[in-house]
């Protein structure tokens, strides 16, 4: 059977290797940070968002526990501001959208800010680079959110990004994902 977040996992480490610079713009109890610091190793850098506190507290401790190395800055803020964090230009992001599991299903991402901060992700993007957006559609802001990140992503240019959508057609709520390549 189809497992998504394998396939997820396969697209951004067809793009990542050792040393390079990646953010993770839902940091969440922080899976995904620690997935992309083992990945970019003592070289790379790691750049991660979240809004709660609780979040980055939750992430620290998971990349300490789990021996990831010192290359990744913690930030509590939204990721539509993210160009005042970032000054070079990423090899990979990964939007996880929704709200974290086990805590607080009203601070869930919101359309407004995640439409803005794909956006600013889209513009932060390296040659060959790849940004993956993981939707629920489970929960009504998040089907709107698909919705709208497909609006957005139908209008780029396909001479210069590759975006697509990866979804179980006959389960209507489960995640899907959208990737965006760069060329
Ligand atoms: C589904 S969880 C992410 C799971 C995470 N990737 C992991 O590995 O555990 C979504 C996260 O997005 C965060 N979030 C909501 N709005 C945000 C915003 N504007 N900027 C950054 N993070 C936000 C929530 O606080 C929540 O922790």
Redesign the pocket.
């Known amino acids: 059977m189809l497992d998504i977040l394998a396939l997820e996992k396969s697209f951004i480490l067809n793009h990542i290797k050792e040393g390079d610079t990646v953010a993770?713009?839902?940091?969440?109890?922080?899976?995904?940070?620690?997935?992309l610091s083992k990945t970019v190793g003592e070289n790379g850098r790691v750049y991660a968002?979240?809004?709660?506190q609780s979040?980055l507290i939750s992430?620290e401790k998971r990349l300490k526990e789990k021996n990831a190395p010192k290359n990744y800055t913690l930030i509590c803020?939204?990721?539509?501001n993210a160009r005042e964090y970032i000054k070079t230009p990423i090899k990979a992001g990964?939007f996880?959208?929704?709200?974290?599991?086990g805590?607080d299903k009203s601070?869930?991402?919101?359309r407004e800010?995640?439409l803005s901060?794909i956006e600013t992700a889209i513009s932060l993007l390296d040659k060959d680079a790849i940004l993956l957006i993981?939707v629920?559609p489970g929960h009504e802001e998040g089907e709107i959110e698909g919705e709208l990140i497909n609006e957005l992503l139908e209008k780029f240019d396909r001479k210069q990004y590759c975006c697509a959508k990866f979804r179980i057609i006959n389960s209507p709520t489960s995640s899907y994902f959208y990737i965006v390549e760069s060329k």
């Open positions: 993770d713009f839902t940091m969440g109890n922080g899976y995904d940070t620690l997935f968002f979240d809004i709660q979040a992430t803020d939204s990721h539509h990964m996880n959208l929704g709200y974290l599991p805590g601070i869930t991402t919101k800010t995640t901060a993981a629920y």
